[in-house]
């Protein structure tokens, strides 16, 4: 029996895009061509974080009564983030998360000193050193920590102090870590001896070291003009609704 037409080939869906050096060339397209602020990017990611990490972890699925969160911040664009995500886990009144900042090495860049007195303005204590040699205590202490330290920068060959001290110390807790963007070792290779968070936001869109990463994961990038997602074959999935970020 001839059928008059064909039947409709399936959509064929081309696979989310892992960035492997595109992704500064991107921000720097926002920056200069597409008119974003820094500060506006910054906010964006940080709000997006946050709310990643109400996702990731509601109240009920957190053992302690108090629902502390502690934020490990770096000099650079992932520390500022870090601070943004602190300020609005504060925010969340409703949710009474109680975050507190570690800052070891703070930036001399005016926006991230804006940043830090913001959080600074709103109680978010910040603490003047880490127990390194007493892991436990970071472990009564916290529900989990936020690794906000070393962003698309990071190379697991060549990381200082007080970073590698701090690392040394991540890998031994048990608490659960959550890392904004890039877990804090190569941005395009994973490192065997690197942290293994529960949770990764990535923003814009992820990373190289992420392809195999396999706790929980979230993109933020929808804000991202079309033109770009285009031009970098980014091919981000649909977000839901009026969500700002999406678990992949």
Same mark, same amino acid.
């Given at each position: 029996?001839?059928?008059?037409?064909?039947?409709?080939?399936?959509?064929?869906?081309?696979?989310?895009?892992?960035?492997?050096?595109?992704?500064?060339?991107?921000?720097?397209?926002?920056?200069?061509?597409?008119?974003?602020g820094q500060q506006q990017l910054i906010e964006l990611w940080g709000?997006?974080?946050?709310?990643?990490?109400?996702?990731?972890?509601?109240?009920?699925?957190?053992?302690?009564?108090?629902?502390?969160?502690?934020?490990?911040?770096?000099?650079? @664009?992932?520390? /500022?983030?870090? !601070? *943004?995500?602190?300020?609005?886990?504060? %925010?969340?009144? +409703?949710?009474?998360?109680? #975050?507190?900042?570690?800052?070891?090495?703070?930036?001399?860049?005016?926006?991230?000193?804006?940043?830090?007195?913001?959080?600074?303005?709103?109680?978010?204590?910040?603490?003047?050193?880490?127990?390194?040699?007493?892991?436990?205590?970071?472990?009564?202490?916290?529900?989990?920590?936020?690794?906000?330290?070393?962003?698309?920068?990071?190379?697991?060959?060549?990381?200082? @102090?007080?970073? /590698?001290?701090? !690392? *040394?110390?991540?890998?031994?807790?048990? %608490?659960?870590? +959550?890392?904004?963007?890039? #877990?804090?070792?190569d941005a395009e290779e994973p490192s065997q001896d690197g942290i293994?968070?529960?949770?990764?936001?990535?923003?814009?869109?992820?990373?190289?070291?992420?392809?195999?990463?396999?706790?929980?994961?979230?993109?933020?990038?929808?804000?991202?003009?079309?033109?770009?997602?285009?031009?970098?074959?980014?091919?981000?999935?649909?977000?839901?609704?009026?969500?700002?970020?999406?678990?992949?």
């Amino acid at each position: 029996m001839n059928h008059s037409s064909a039947e409709a080939e399936p959509e064929t869906i081309e696979p989310l895009r892992y960035l492997k050096g595109d992704a500064a060339a991107i921000e720097t397209e926002l920056l200069r061509d597409y008119k974003f602020g820094q500060q506006q990017l910054i906010e964006l990611w940080g709000q997006a974080c946050a709310l990643a990490i109400t996702k990731a972890y509601p109240l009920s699925a957190l053992s302690k009564k108090q629902p502390t969160v502690l934020v490990i911040c770096g000099p650079d @664009e992932n520390g /500022s983030i870090g !601070l *943004v995500c602190a300020r609005h886990l504060r %925010i969340f009144l +409703v949710q009474d998360y109680e #975050p507190t900042v570690y800052h070891p090495k703070r930036s001399s860049h005016s926006l991230h000193q804006d940043f830090t007195i913001q959080c600074e303005k709103m109680d978010i204590p910040f603490l003047s050193y880490l127990p390194t040699e007493q892991v436990q205590l970071i472990n009564d202490a916290y529900n989990l920590v936020i690794d906000a330290m070393l962003g698309l920068e990071a190379d697991s060959s060549n990381i200082k @102090e007080p970073y /590698s001290g701090i !690392l *040394v110390t991540l890998k031994q807790i048990k %608490i659960p870590i +959550v890392s904004v963007d890039v #877990p804090s070792w190569d941005a395009e290779e994973p490192s065997q001896d690197g942290i293994n968070p529960e949770v990764l936001i990535s923003l814009i869109a992820p990373k190289k070291c992420a392809l195999n990463f396999s706790g929980k994961h979230f993109l933020a990038g929808r804000f991202l003009p079309y033109d770009i997602q285009k031009k970098y074959e980014l091919n981000l999935p649909d977000y839901a609704g009026t969500d700002c970020l999406l678990e992949l």
